[in-house]
């Protein structure tokens, strides 16, 4: 019962949040600093001509009556059109989603399992040396700076040793030339190869460093000597009882972490030109599409805010010295 | 001891996660490679690499450079350019069109063409083109046509144009806008009509399947990936020879595929994974690009024009006699040599040199064939005749060249620090750095300058929105072949915010004879004119020519030859009409 | 009094810290680098041609590799490339502190303020520290690009200070919490001091070394995200920085031309940042008694 109140205020919370940053957006749009307005037509084009495409835009109403129209037809599920490619929000984001999807589901997936598995490793080690070079490695792992990182694996491995396609999803010949849907699905994991080492390289030096600071403090705890002094083998130890309890706190630095792989993405996608959410955001930018860039930017607050959720509950749930 | 056999353990199972890992990654990157070699090297399909993804295939909406090559190959107008003369030449139109001075009006007849879904091109098409245009206001289109005064189609294949008033630009400006199937936009258009915003629910509609009268159709339009076209077989110039070349198109398909970063087409360029990269090349990939003997560089010459323009609305610009100094010590070889490349040629007019008939030759080129030295002694003497001064000036009693201090006004005051504003870097790299050669060039003669680089809708904004500014460098990268575009730069009316006269530029004299040079339809006399304009331009200087670059494209020669070489480039509708497959 | 203290403490953990290997490496590569930021000042006066922005060999005019007259090589224009290297560390350091600093001001304001009032206040705050702290800061920075249109250097040191405050604050609040129990501040409070006067008098110079402390994991992120931002293109133009340069070598197609320019820009980033990040962890580590340490920036 107290779970689901939790729960509740946790959802409404989560609303009010995000109407907060819907209202902020769209006002900080039409109020910054320069006209915005032309920045959005071809400036190209006569002044009579800009006029009119503003008008058509409905940009010259005032703030307050766009704000409303505005309000109206996000609850109606109309995100508005993109000023750039005149199509509706919704049916550009719903194109993109997907492979943003893939790409980070898949990275984070599996940087999570690889680094819970080594954090623990180095944790049960130690001052060894084997701990001494895993955690270094995270380390750099995790200072690498990713555009940089990205271009040198392009270089090495997509240009030198020719390995791999060098950004995008597939291959049109292949697409236009009737190929089965097993070589098209091999196609798009063989384009998906280095973006994704990208990512889980770089995910995965905060996840081990993560594991094996929240193993070492599990392993001091009393429950630990217990176990130790009741004879059980330090495998069962190190994977039944530490691992179990320290890999939580990883499960739940996922969302805090979110903010990190999100910027990650965003970046990697740019590079290799992966047609996902965040190489959309930035290309919104460029080109001043609000309505696109807002319901980008909208889209990943709602999943950042989604996952934190989803973590607190999940903790609340999972630790059982936390009541509410 | 347990903690040894662990710890071995452990690295044995660590060690077999990662080769498991390295094995799939090779497994993968093996069948890629597979799959790559089973790439049909297909010998009807030209691979096109494009810089960015469309905007649009629809024809209003889709202005961009990129969605203008695609559509480009669907809608045709009724007359283009000569690939080579660069003059008129009918292209939807059967023949050049009858004149009636009295009447005012141009006869047209069309040829018999049909559009891809089959059905014919009428003149009823060509009415309801000119009335999309007026009922929708559309941008670019309706200014150009509104001299039109009325139309009239006595037959399926004749169009009588009747002009308000006499006009030199009409064919160059009207006749080569894009024809429209009345079929596929009348329902469309109607419905729009009812809307509020009736333009942009014209431009918001998805077009699936364009119909258009050129030589491709589309066929998809995966957004990331690629856009795939086909041959029309209704095509109205398959077998005919127009413009001196015999049309195909020879190619059953194009493939376009979108490039991120040029780096990465030029490799695809080079492997042979795209025919063409449609974009332009920086200079430094030239070496490079040479060495290979399966690429083909192409040098064309652009109509364009890169300027350092001035805010003559006020100080320091608003004195003639400064913009001219600074005119003088501005290096425009060095520029070629340095920022080309040599890969261009320099601007001494406002309309590029290319541009054989319009180009006037006798303006006044400003420290032509001088040395640095002698340049700075030229722009000091004309400074210092005007009243200017120096502390310790740039040039001594002796004549010897030294830095100066700052410059004083006639006034006696210290001339204000002022700015010169130019795009980033990574957007133009030419302008940015000729920004930075301009500042130190200028500064020689104790001149307060520094360049800024600036984003680019910002930069837009200041300079053409706010006037805010002190100077800048930006450019037109398609120029019109016809010069009317000089009345647009700098006829006084035209100085208003976002308006194109950028640098407050006013002459009752020039003002005069750019309303009477529109109107006159003998090409000699009007010429005279325009002569005329380029000369008071470049004695006045609002705007400073610097340079014009070459446009340069590759092509991978292996598999398609017959690239059509046209003023702006080998990308056009000829080249798509006219490359074969190499036998 | 409270002055011998500090300097006697700080003193004692020197020499602790010193001792750590991670800090040892730490403070290494940072020498270099703030060595290789005061050369900036200097190396442009040596000859005009090796100003970052603006100055060229006038004999070179492609991209060119390592040389004796320039370490690095060139870019594209001619500019020297070590020279834009070192102007780069100037700038890090410079976005790197300072908006660190600016993060840490805010953090620990709204933290003391939050530990002392407690209640409404508290939770309000902390949520909403909560919240920031969660958003990830280079899509914010993109959205507010497109507002601003132009970034100043200063304006993106600021944004990324107002993204970066929350995790401090929380540390500050909860050492705020544990001072509030003190005998001292109570007799603070028995005696009449106002509250302002407590927080900032009493409360403060305790935290304060805390602060400092998180300051360095705030550096490590703010190079980054402004390294990103420069990378993509909204950076400040005329600023050359080490993701500028990143961005040149990339927009000018050199990528796969020029190692010499791809490689050194990006290397000290990750240098610089894996630098302060040593530092951080060795400080960490001095002080660990007494702290539980909380997830990374």
């Known amino acids: ?324 | 001891m347990r903690q040894n056999k662990e710890t071995n353990r452990l690295k044995w199972r660590a060690e077999f996660c990662f080769n498991l890992l390295l094995l799939g990654v090779l497994l993968v990157a093996i069948v890629g490679l597979f799959s790559s070699c089973q790439k049909t090297s297909d010998q009807s399909l030209l691979r096109i690499g494009l810089p960015e993804e469309p905007r649009s295939l629809n024809l209003w909406l889709g202005t961009d450079a990129n969605s203008r090559r695609i559509l480009s190959q669907i809608y045709q107008p009724l007359y283009h350019r000569h690939p080579e003369t660069l003059e008129i030449i009918p292209w939807l139109a059967k023949e050049m069109p009858v004149f009636d001075q009295g009447a005012l009006s141009y006869t047209v007849k069309l040829r018999s063409a049909k559009w891809s879904d089959g059905s014919d091109f009428t003149s009823d098409d060509v009415l309801f083109t000119k009335q999309l245009f007026f009922d929708f206001k559309i941008p670019r289109y309706y200014s150009k046509w509104k001299i039109i005064k009325k139309i009239e189609a006595p037959d399926a294949h004749t169009v009588v144009f009747y002009l308000k008033k006499p006009s030199a630009i009409f064919m160059s400006r009207v006749m080569t806008a894009p024809m429209v199937s009345k079929r596929e936009w009348e329902a469309v258009a109607r419905e729009a009509l009812t809307k509020e915003k009736p333009l942009r629910s014209l431009q918001d509609h998805v077009i699936e399947k364009p119909i258009g009268t050129g030589p491709f159709t589309l066929v998809e339009h995966k957004k990331g990936a690629y856009i795939h076209m086909e041959k029309n077989p209704y095509f109205f110039g398959s077998g005919q020879k127009i413009g001196n070349h015999l049309l195909g198109p020879y190619v059953n398909s194009l493939l376009f595929r979108v490039y991120g970063t040029s780096d990465v087409a030029i490799l695809a360029l080079k492997k042979g994974d795209i025919d063409y990269y449609w974009g332009d090349i920086q200079p430094g990939y030239i070496k490079d690009l040479k060495e290979q003997t399966n690429i083909d560089l192409y040098f064309n010459k652009k109509s364009a024009l890169y300027y350092l323009g001035f805010n003559v609305r006020r100080a320091p610009f608003n004195d003639k006699v400064l913009r001219q100094a600074v005119a003088t010590v501005i290096n425009k070889e060095f520029i070629l040599t340095r920022i080309l490349q040599n890969f261009g040629t320099p601007m001494h007019s406002v309309v590029p040199s290319g541009n054989h008939f319009w180009y006037n030759p006798n303006v006044r080129k400003y420290g032509q064939g001088l040395d640095h030295d002698q340049r700075i002694k030229l722009a000091h003497e004309m400074l210092k005749k005007a009243g200017y001064s120096w502390d310790r000036p740039p040039v001594t009693q002796e004549g010897k060249i030294v830095t100066p201090s700052d410059i004083l006004l006639p006034s006696g005051e210290k001339m204000e620090k002022f700015v010169i504003l130019t795009p980033p870097a990574d957007y133009d790299p030419k302008r940015a750095f000729a920004g930075t050669m301009v500042q130190e060039w200028v500064r020689e003669l104790g001149l307060p300058a520094s360049a800024r680089p600036m984003a680019f809708s910002s930069l837009l904004d200041t300079v053409k929105g706010k006037h805010e500014f002190d100077a800048f460098i930006l450019g037109y990268g398609r120029l019109d072949l016809d010069p009317d575009y000089l009345r647009s730069f700098f006829y006084s009316k035209n100085d208003k915010p976002r308006g194109w006269n950028m640098s407050g530029y006013h002459n009752l004299e020039f003002d005069k004879i750019a309303r009477a040079q529109m109107a006159l339809g003998d090409r000699e006399k009007r010429k005279e004119l325009i002569w005329k304009m380029q000369e008071m331009v470049l004695e006045d200087i609002p705007y400073l020519p610097l340079y014009n670059p070459h446009i340069i494209e590759a092509t991978f020669n292996e598999r398609f030859r017959g690239w059509v070489a046209k003023v702006d480039g080998i990308g056009n509708v000829w080249s798509m009409c006219v490359v074969k497959p190499v036998q | ?297």
């Open chain 3, 1 to 297: 009094m409270l002055k011998t203290h500090y300097i006697r403490r700080f003193l004692k953990s020197w020499k602790i810290f010193i001792q750590n290997p991670l800090g040892k490496t730490g403070v290494i590569i940072l020498t270099v680098f703030m060595l290789m930021a005061l050369a900036s000042f200097i190396v442009p006066h040596i000859n005009p041609m090796y100003d970052p922005m603006t100055g060229i060999d006038p004999d070179i005019r492609v991209s060119t590799g390592p040389s004796l007259t320039h370490f690095l090589g060139t870019d594209n224009v001619g500019r020297d490339l070590f020279a834009q290297l070192l102007e780069g560390a100037k700038v890090a350091f410079i976005v790197g502190l300072s908006s660190a600093f600016f993060s840490i001001v805010i953090g620990t304001v709204v933290g003391m303020v939050s530990g002392y009032a407690g209640g409404m206040l508290d939770a309000f705050l902390m949520r909403m520290a909560d919240i920031i702290m969660v958003m990830p800061s280079l899509v914010i920075l993109l959205i507010l690009a497109s507002l601003f249109g132009q970034f100043n250097i200063w304006i993106i040191v600021f944004i990324i200070a107002i993204m970066r405050w929350p995790a401090v604050s929380r540390v500050i609040r909860s050492q705020t919490l544990s001072l509030k129990q003190r005998p001292f501040i109570e007799a603070s409070q028995v005696a009449g001091a106002s509250h302002l006067r407590i927080i900032f008098r009493h409360i403060m110079p305790n935290v304060l070394p805390l602060a400092f402390l998180y300051m360095t994991f705030r550096v490590t992120s703010a190079i980054l995200v402004e390294a990103a931002l420069s990378f993509l293109g909204f950076g400040d133009p005329s600023q050359v920085s080490w993701g500028m340069m990143l961005q040149w070598v990339w927009k000018s197609g050199h990528m796969f031309q020029a190692p010499y320019w791809l490689i050194p820009p990006g290397l000290s980033i990750s240098l610089l940042t894996l630098a302060f990040y040593l530092l951080g962890r060795a400080m960490d580590e001095v002080l660990d008694p007494r702290l539980r340490k909380e997830g990374q920036s």
């Open chain 1, 1 to 324: 019962m107290r779970n689901q109140t939790y729960i509740l205020s946790k959802l409404v919370e989560i609303a009010v949040i995000f109407f907060v940053i819907m209202t902020a957006l769209f006002f900080l749009f039409r109020l910054s600093p320069g006209d915005p307005i032309s920045k959005v037509v071809d400036p190209m084009l006569t002044p009579e001509d800009m006029r009119y495409l503003i008008e058509q835009m409905g940009l010259d109403k005032p703030m307050w009556e766009q704000y409303v129209i505005y309000l109206k037809n996000f609850f109606a599920g109309n995100f508005g059109v993109s000023f750039h490619y005149g199509e509706p929000v919704f049916k550009i984001i719903k194109e993109r989603l997907g492979w943003t999807i893939l790409l980070f589901t898949s990275s984070t997936v599996l940087a999570a399992f690889a680094g819970v598995f080594l954090g623990k490793i180095a944790a049960w080690n130690k001052g060894s040396r084997l701990d001494s070079v895993m955690s270094i490695s995270a380390l750099v792992c995790y200072t690498l700076f990713i555009p940089w990182f990205a271009l040198l694996l392009l270089w090495v491995l997509g240009f030198q040793l020719g390995l791999f396609p060098l950004g995008g999803i597939l291959s049109p010949e292949l697409w236009v030339g009737n190929a089965s849907w097993f070589v098209k699905v091999l196609d798009i994991i063989h384009h998906m190869v280095l973006p994704l080492m990208t990512l889980f390289i770089i995910n995965l030096g905060s996840y081990l460093l993560l594991m094996r600071s929240s193993m070492l403090s599990v392993l001091r705890e009393d429950y630990i000597i217990t176990a130790r002094a009741k004879g059980l083998s330090e495998r069962v130890i190190r994977n039944k009882h530490a691992a179990k309890n320290a890999a939580l706190p990883v499960v739940t630095s996922v969302g805090l972490s979110l903010a990190f792989s999100i910027n990650g993405g965003a970046l990697t996608e740019q590079i290799f030109t992966w047609p996902g959410i965040g190489r959309e955001l930035i290309f919104a930018v460029s080109n001043n599409d609000y309505p696109l860039a807002q319901a980008c930017f909208l889209l990943i607050a709602l999943v950042v805010l989604v996952a934190n959720l989803i973590v607190d509950i999940l903790y609340a749930y999972l630790d059982p010295r936390i009541t509410y």
